[in-house]
């Protein structure tokens, strides 16, 4: 325990650092302590043993280290741009080294005529090569320095380097801290663990990891750090899943009765495909099998999840229990309203909508159905979570698009009732797999991945905003042939007025090109009530309007089979997920449909390979896998919601998932023989995964 006394001392403490400096590692970097010190790892490497030439360098290139000799210095500028200056020689040629701060020092300690190592980013101003703020030091002094050849980059900010806790610094202290201590470091995994999957003990790692001598150590530092934190958010979800089903017993539907063997034999308008049935086995098994039900299903947009979400409903109300769709949008909700009430045509099923834009009268009316009973199946936005809504036997609870629900609204329809109902959770947004791992690492996963028969895989196409003439040809032939289009123009928050007139003009482009009372144009945007929404969405989907210009209001869940082409304009601005989400609103009937990205000529890197992705592949995985290489896991939408600790020190749910996959295989070993961790050589996992998640526990209440 001594050991872990010293790593909990305050920052504070360490020779180097001192009240004002803890102060700023506090607030910047979070570090309070010499653990967590310990634990902010190099961002990367550089390697010291390669020297450049001067004629080699560009600014293209990362840090260099060059050789050579300080011809002298010049002061130049005036006011804010004054700086110091040197002309650096070697062998090949010369370049200029540039100092804004700290000139006097600079000039007094580096004096012409040694022969220096600088390091340093360089950059072009003037067209000349220069190093700003370069390191630098007497290359007699070379071999004192170098402990590794490796040199480990820390990132700083600039209130820090302002106190001078640069990189360097930083691994200076880290250095010193190492020095200090005494003592091997306690392994924080078993000892069992540790030998038999040939990990770096902890002790190593922590210093290998700032320390490295070479590139083969570095990688089993990193590997064995990556290994652990990986392995604690698995071991922490598999577990918390274990409790779950030991807690809380599971209402039994044991029953398939009348309701919905009425609907399957004499509602259902198509054959449900393989995977439709596949998924409605495993949900069946759930909730006949006396265990809460806590599944996610993922199925691409057009998948059919609306059915899975109502047979499994019909279970429920077989078996005595009423059952919610809550849906993101009011248009969603609605829509899931007409459809389900359409599709029970003829069954004795009470269905009622619930939203922000329901009336007294009606509310009070629900909630007196839900009370005596005879009330089977309510549908409805957000407003289901409020607290007057009360169900007197809520037995399936499903949350339609997942991804635009926080953690906290699920579990307050966890606490609907005195028991928590089964949940099924639904999302079109696909996720990689092993990043599903983590965030819903403690569902069970069903995956629709087949479309209804008779599906023709949608077409996209890329043309800026030269050619669109040519697309607004393409839209007037498609019309003429009966069908219907969206144009969609990006929403974002953060400038919402911008975005609006972004779409004002676009409608004027529009209803100039497409005249009434040839043509007929809906809006639905933002700023519309639900009321006029609504209004204007049904003209669109009875057929009387030929065009829908919208916002990605109708991003989510809109299902119109007649629309065949989705007009996206300035698709460089839209992300992937999103783009794919839209996409899905066309190709839902027989015809072919397609997709048009509009773009200014001008687009960034990333924006071009969105737009390729798009263009090559209908394959939501791929598109999920490619937002996630371009993004990482932190911006994907749902990541921020999931209650999973993103600030991971070392791992990257992007790139590790292999590493994923084998340490969440570690951990279900364990608890299968071990479910409750209490074997002595498994006493650690215990302590640690308290430590880790502690604070965090709150949040796992939660389906
Ligand atoms: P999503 O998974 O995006 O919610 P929906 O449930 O809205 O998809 O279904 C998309 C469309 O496919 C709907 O018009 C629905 O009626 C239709 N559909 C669903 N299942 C089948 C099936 N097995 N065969 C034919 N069409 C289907
Ligand atoms: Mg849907």
């Known amino acids: 325990m001594i050991a872990q006394e010293f790593l909990d001392t305050n920052i504070t403490y360490l020779p180097g650092v001192g009240p004002k400096r803890a102060e700023l590692l506090n ?13 902010y790892f190099p961002y990367k490497y550089i390697d010291r043993t390669r020297f450049y030439k001067i004629e080699e360098l560009d600014p293209d290139l ?11 210095y010049v002061t130049e500028g005036h006011g804010k741009g004054k700086r110091l200056a040197a002309d650096f020689q070697d062998d090949t ?39 700003i703020h370069p390191e630098i030091e007497a290359s007699s002094k070379m071999s004192e320095r170098i402990s590794s050849a490796l040199q480990a980059q820390y990132s700083t900010t600039e209130k820090l380097k302002d106190q001078f806790l640069t990189s360097k610094s930083i691994s200076k202290l880290t250095g010193n801290l190492l020095k200090q201590l005494k003592i091997r470091i306690p392994e924080s995994l078993p000892a069992w663990l540790v030998s038999q999957y040939k990990l770096m003990d902890l002790h190593d790692s922590l210093h290998k ?35 779950r089903n030991i807690k809380h017993k599971g209402f039994v539907f044991s029953n398939v009765g009348n309701n919905f063997n009425s609907f399957y034999y004499n509602n259902l308008p198509f054959r449900l495909t393989e995977a439709q049935k596949r998924v409605m086995k495993e949900i069946r098994r759930d909730l006949g099998s006396g265990r809460q039900m806590n599944r996610l299903l993922q199925g691409d947009v057009g998948s059919g999840k609306t059915l899975v979400a109502l047979m499994s409903m019909l279970i429920a109300i077989d078996n005595g229990f009423q059952a919610c769709i809550m849906a993101p949008t009011e248009i969603l909700a609605n829509q899931h309203y007409q459809t389900i009430t359409k599709l029970l045509k003829g069954i004795d099923i009470k269905i ?42 809520l037995g399936l609870v499903i949350i339609d698009e997942q991804h635009r629900f ?23 947004t696909p996720i990689p797999r092993t990043l599903a791992m983590t965030l819903y690492g403690d569902l069970d996963v069903s995956v629709i991945d087949e479309l209804p028969p008779g599906r023709m895989p949608v077409k996209t196409m890329h043309f800026t905003d030269t050619d669109r003439n040519k697309v607004f040809g393409f839209v007037r032939n498609q019309i003429k042939e009966g069908r219907q289009a969206y144009f969609v123009y990006p929403l974002i928050k953060e400038s919402e007025s911008m975005d609006y007139k972004d779409l004002e003009d676009g409608w004027d482009t529009i209803s100039k090109v497409f005249r009434p009372p040839e043509y007929c144009i809906s809006i639905v945007h933002g700023r519309m009530t639900p009321a006029e929404k609504d209004k204007s969405m049904q003209l669109f989907k009875d057929g009387h309007a030929h065009i829908l210009v919208a916002t990605t209001v109708i991003e989510v869940g809109v299902d119109i089979p007649n629309a065949t082409v989705m007009v996206i304009e300035s698709a460089e601005r839209f992300g992937l997920s999103q783009l794919h989400q839209l996409r899905g609103r066309v190709g839902r009937g027989a015809d072919q449909s397609y997709c048009i990205l509009m773009s200014s000529d001008k687009m960034s890197k990333e924006a071009i390979k969105r737009v390729e992705v798009m263009v090559r592949t209908n394959d939501g995985f791929e598109i999920a896998e490619t937002d996630l290489q371009l993004r990482g896991p932190g911006d994907i939408e749902g990541t921020q919601q999931s209650g999973i600790p993103f600030d991971l020190k070392i791992a990257n749910l992007g790139k590790d998932g292999q590493i994923i996959e084998y340490v969440r295989h570690v951990a279900e070993k364990i608890l299968e023989k071990d479910p409750l961790l209490n074997e002595s050589q498994n006493v650690v996992l215990r302590l640690e995964l ?6 965090r526990q709150s949040w796992s209440n939660i389906s």
């Not at 607030?27 to 634990?39: A, N, S």
């Not at 100092?99 to 980013?121: C, L």
């Not at 308290?690 to 604070?695: G, L, N």
């Open 27 to 39: 607030k910047e970097l979070t570090i309070f302590t010499f653990r967590d010190l310990l634990y």
């Open 62 to 72: 990362p840090y260099v280290q060059i050789k050579g000799y300080i011809k002298g």
């Open 93 to 131: 040629g010369t370049i200029k080294l540039v100092w804004f701060k700290g000139t006097k020092w600079v000039a007094g300690n580096y004096p012409p005529g040694i022969e220096y190592i600088v390091f340093g980013k360089p950059s072009v101003f003037n067209g000349i090569v220069n190093i």
């Open 209 to 243: 990891i700032h320390f490295p001598a070479d590139p083969e150590e570095l990688e089993k530092a990193r590997y064995r750090l990556k290994f652990e934190e990986l392995f604690y958010i698995q071991l922490n979800l598999l577990r918390f899943k274990a409790n």
């Open 352 to 393: 009622c909508l619930l939203t922000g834009s329901s009336k007294r009268k009606s509310r009070n009316s629900i909630a007196e159905a839900l009370m005596d009973r005879s009330l089977n199946i309510l549908i409805g936005t957000h407003a289901l979570i409020e607290d007057n809504v009360k169900f007197s036997n």
């Open 406 to 428: 926080g953690v906290e609204q699920r579990a307050r329809l966890w606490q609907k009732n005195l028991h928590p109902p089964h949940v099924l959770v639904m999302t079109a």
């Open 690 to 695: 308290s430590r880790i998640f502690s604070q």
